[in-house]
C-alpha cells in the first residue's frame, strides 16, 4: 500500500516545484566509496583548522582488501522482457498456501495513479501503458532518472562487469556467485542488500557499494533482498527477480522481500532489477519469487493482518527483520514484540504494531540527559538517554551526518556553543557546538551571510554523502535540537563500525529540493519549530 507520508510528500515537492522556474539538473560527478554508506562528491570546507584528505576510490574490479582483479562477464543472458514461469520446477515448491500471508502480492494503488503519474510526468490516461512507463521517467525535482547498478563476486574474488535497473538481466559464470555489492549511480537515498548461502544463512546488511560478506570457501548465493530507503525509495519500488541454476525463471520480488531459493540445493545463477515508480501498478507476475518449503521473510496474520515472520526451514524465528514499506520490526518466536524490549544490550520501544519507534521524544518527552555516539563510516548519530542504575541504553532518536577523513575518533565534551559561526571564505552555519579543536557538529552549509535564506541546496541534497573537512554537519533541525537539548559538557564518542549502522539504523534525506532553493526545509526559522 502507498504510504500516506508519500502522499504528503509528493504533494510538497509539486507545490515547490510550481515555485520555480524550472529543474536545475546536478552537475556534480558522483564517485563511489569502497564499503561507504553513501558516496563521495566535492569537498566543502568548514573551518581552517581542520584537515582534509584525499579518499582512495577502488575501481568496480577491486573487492575490499584492495587487491586489483580482472573483470569476467560470461553466461547467457536471458531477455528482459521474459515472464516468470509462475511454477518453479523441483522439490522443495512452495505455493501460496504456504502459511499465513505467503507472499505479499506487487502494491496496488492506494491513491490516483493520475496523480503520481502527472507529478512524473507519464500519460496514465493512455492505455497502453506498460512497463517502461513506471520506471523510466525523470525525478520531479531534480530532472534525474535514478539507476542502481549491481555486480556479482565470483568464488574467485572477482567482480563481473555487472548490470543495472535499466539493462536487464546479467548472468554470472556458470558457477553462480558468493556475494553481491549495488551502487546508486544516480539517486538520493540509500540500497541495502543481504544474500543467503546454504553453509551460511542470511548475510549482514551491506549498503551503497559495499561487498556482502564472504568467507572464501566458494558458498553460493541461493537467495537475495534488496530495499532502499529515502527520496529513491518515495519514489520508486525495487523490483528483483532471479533465475536458478536448473533454468526455472522465478517472479519478481520487491523492495526486501526474498527472491532466490531456500534448502532446495539450487542456487541463483542470474539477476534483473527494475525501479518502478511508486503507486503505479506493476504489470509482470509477483507471485512466486522464491522456491522453498515456506517462504521466508514477514508475512501478515490473515485473522489481524499483523505481521509475523516466517522462515523457510519452517522452525521458529528470533531477530530483526523489515517489511516493505521498511519498517523494522523484532520477533520472538516469530511472534512481533511490542512495548519496552531490552534487546542486545539496548532498550527500544515499539508500537502496537510491532514497529520500532525511532524517535522516543513523543513517548517520553525531553529527559534533558543524554549522550552522543557518531558511527563515523555509516555517518549515523545515535542520542542515547539512560535507562535508571542501567546507564544510557536507550536509542533515544538519530539523526544522518556529513563527516569527513579528518573527523576525529575518540570520546570528547563539547564545550562551547555559537548560534551562528563564520567558518572560512563565503561559509557560514549555525546552532555550532565545538567538541574538539576545529571540529564542530553544526548546521549544513550557508553562503555569503549568516542569513537562513542564503542556503546551499546541494549540501542537503546529498546530506549523508559527500565529504566535510571533519566537522559534522546535521540538517538544521537536526543541529538546533542537539543545540537547545544537549548542554555544554554532553559527551559525544565518535567510532567506526563497518557493519552495524546503531540501534536505530540510519536516516536519508526523505525528499530532495531543487538546486536553486535557498533554504533547509528543517530550518526552525522556516518551519516555526523549535526543537
Known amino acids: 500500500m502507498f504510504n500516506k507520508s508519500r502522499i504528503c510528500a509528493l504533494i510538497t515537492a509539486?507545490?515547490?516545484?510550481?515555485?520555480?522556474?524550472?529543474?536545475?539538473?546536478?552537475?556534480?560527478?558522483?564517485?563511489?566509496?569502497?564499503?561507504?554508506?553513501?558516496?563521495?562528491?566535492?569537498?566543502?570546507?568548514?573551518?581552517?583548522?581542520?584537515?582534509?584528505?584525499?579518499?582512495?576510490?577502488?575501481?568496480?574490479?577491486q573487492i575490499q582488501d584492495g587487491s586489483?582483479?580482472?573483470?569476467?562477464?560470461?553466461?547467457?543472458?536471458?531477455?528482459?522482457?521474459?515472464?516468470?514461469?509462475?511454477?518453479?520446477?523441483?522439490?522443495?515448491?512452495s505455493d501460496a498456501t504456504s502459511g499465513p500471508g505467503y507472499v505479499e502480492g506487487a502494491a496496488e494503488n492506494s491513491f490516483s495513479d493520475d496523480m503520481l503519474a502527472a507529478s512524473m510526468g507519464i500519460d496514465n490516461t493512455d492505455p497502453n501503458v506498460g512497463m517502461d512507463a513506471g520506471r523510466v521517467a525523470p525525478d520531479p525535482v531534480l530532472g534525474q532518472t535514478f539507476m542502481?547498478?549491481?555486480?556479482?563476486?565470483?568464488?574467485?574474488?572477482?567482480?563481473?562487469?555487472?548490470?543495472?535497473?535499466?539493462?536487464?538481466?546479467?548472468?554470472?559464470?556458470?558457477?553462480?556467485?558468493?556475494?553481491?555489492?549495488?551502487?546508486?549511480?544516480?539517486?538520493?537515498?540509500?540500497?541495502?542488500?543481504?544474500?543467503y548461502t546454504d553453509q551460511h544463512g542470511w548475510s549482514q546488511w551491506a549498503m551503497n557499494e559495499m561487498i556482502t560478506p564472504y568467507g572464501g570457501d566458494g558458498a553460493k548465493v541461493t537467495a537475495i533482498q534488496i530495499?532502499?530507503?529515502?527520496?529513491?525509495?518515495?519514489?520508486?519500488?525495487?523490483?528483483?527477480?532471479?533465475?536458478?541454476?536448473?533454468?526455472?525463471?522465478?517472479?519478481?520480488?520487491?523492495?526486501?522481500?526474498?527472491?532466490?531459493?531456500?534448502?532446495?540445493?539450487?542456487?541463483?545463477?542470474?539477476?534483473?532489477?527494475?525501479?518502478?515508480?511508486?503507486?503505479?501498478?506493476?504489470?509482470?507476475?509477483?507471485?512466486?519469487?522464491?522456491?522453498?518449503?515456506?517462504?521466508?521473510?514477514?508475512?501478515?496474520?490473515?485473522?489481524?493482518?499483523?505481521?509475523?515472520?516466517?522462515a523457510a526451514s519452517g522452525q521458529p524465528y528470533t531477530g530483526w527483520a523489515y517489511d516493505t514499506d521498511g519498517n523494522k520490526y523484532y520477533f520472538v518466536n516469530s511472534q512481533r514484540v511490542n512495548g519496552w524490549q531490552y534487546i542486545d544490550g539496548y532498550k527500544y520501544f515499539f508500537d502496537n504494531n510491532g514497529v520500532v519507534v525511532r524517535d522516543l521524544e513523543p513517548i517520553m518527552g525531553k529527559t534533558g540527559d543524554y549522550k552522543l555516539k557518531l558511527n563515523k563510516e555509516m555517518?549515523?548519530?545515535?542520542?542515547?538517554?539512560?535507562?535508571?542504575?542501567?546507564?544510557?541504553?536507550?536509542?533515544?532518536?538519530?539523526?544522518?551526518?556529513?563527516?569527513?577523513?579528518?573527523?576525529p575518533l575518540g570520546t570528547y565534551n563539547t564545550y562551547v556553543k555559537y548560534r551562528w559561526k563564520f567558518m572560512h571564505d563565503n561559509i557560514y552555519c549555525q546552532?555550532?557546538?565545538?567538541?574538539?579543536?576545529?571540529?564542530?557538529?553544526?548546521?549544513?552549509?550557508?553562503?555569503?551571510?549568516?542569513?537562513?535564506?542564503?542556503?546551499?541546496a546541494g549540501s542537503y541534497n546529498y546530506h549523508g554523502k559527500r565529504r566535510s573537512d571533519g566537522c559534522v554537519r546535521l540538517t538544521a533541525a537536526d543541529a538546533a535540537w542537539l543545540y537547545n537539548n544537549c548542554p555544554t559538557g554532553t559527551s559525544i564518542t565518535i567510532y567506526?563500525?563497518?557493519?552495524?549502522?546503531?540501534?536505530?539504523?540510519?536516516?536519508?534525506?526523505?525528499?530532495?529540493?531543487?538546486?536553486?532553493?535557498?533554504?533547509?526545509?528543517?530550518?526552525?526559522?522556516?518551519?516555526?519549530i523549535n526543537p
Open 431 to 456: 546552532y555550532l557546538a565545538r567538541f574538539y579543536n576545529g571540529y564542530l557538529m553544526h548546521s549544513l552549509i550557508y553562503e555569503d551571510v549568516p542569513d537562513s535564506y542564503h542556503f546551499e
Open 379 to 407: 555517518k549515523t548519530l545515535t542520542v542515547y538517554t539512560r535507562d535508571g542504575e542501567n546507564g544510557y541504553i536507550i536509542p533515544y532518536k538519530v539523526f544522518l551526518t556529513t563527516v569527513g577523513d579528518a573527523t
Open 148 to 195: 542502481l547498478h549491481g555486480q556479482m563476486l565470483t568464488s574467485d574474488g572477482q567482480l563481473t562487469t555487472g548490470f543495472t535497473t535499466d539493462t536487464g538481466v546479467f548472468s554470472s559464470p556458470q558457477d553462480g556467485f558468493c556475494g553481491l555489492k549495488i551502487r546508486m549511480d544516480v539517486g538520493i537515498g540509500d540500497v541495502f542488500y543481504r544474500v
Open 227 to 310: 530495499r532502499t530507503t529515502g527520496y529513491i525509495r518515495n519514489l520508486y519500488n525495487i523490483y528483483y527477480r532471479a533465475v536458478l541454476n536448473d533454468g526455472t525463471v522465478l517472479d519478481w520480488a520487491h523492495d526486501g522481500q526474498t527472491a532466490g531459493t531456500i534448502g532446495t540445493g539450487r542456487y541463483i545463477q542470474s539477476l534483473e532489477m527494475k525501479l518502478w515508480q511508486n503507486g503505479l501498478k506493476f504489470y509482470e507476475p509477483t507471485r512466486q519469487h522464491m522456491v522453498a518449503a515456506h517462504y521466508e521473510g514477514i508475512a501478515y496474520d490473515p485473522a489481524t493482518g499483523l505481521a509475523l515472520y516466517s
Open 496 to 528: 567506526e563500525d563497518y557493519w552495524v549502522m546503531g540501534p536505530l539504523d540510519r536516516p536519508a534525506i526523505e525528499w530532495a529540493i531543487p538546486m536553486n532553493q535557498n533554504y533547509d526545509p528543517t530550518d526552525p526559522a522556516i518551519t516555526g
Open 14 to 61: 509539486v507545490a515547490l516545484l510550481s515555485q520555480v522556474s524550472g529543474f536545475t539538473s546536478l552537475a556534480a560527478v558522483v564517485e563511489g566509496i569502497n564499503g561507504g554508506p553513501g558516496v563521495s562528491m566535492e569537498l566543502s570546507g568548514e573551518e581552517t583548522q581542520d584537515q582534509t584528505a584525499s579518499q582512495q576510490t577502488p575501481t568496480d574490479t
Open 68 to 93: 586489483q582483479q580482472p573483470q569476467q562477464d560470461t553466461g547467457a543472458q536471458i531477455p528482459s522482457g521474459q515472464q516468470g514461469t509462475g511454477a518453479a520446477q523441483g522439490p522443495g515448491v
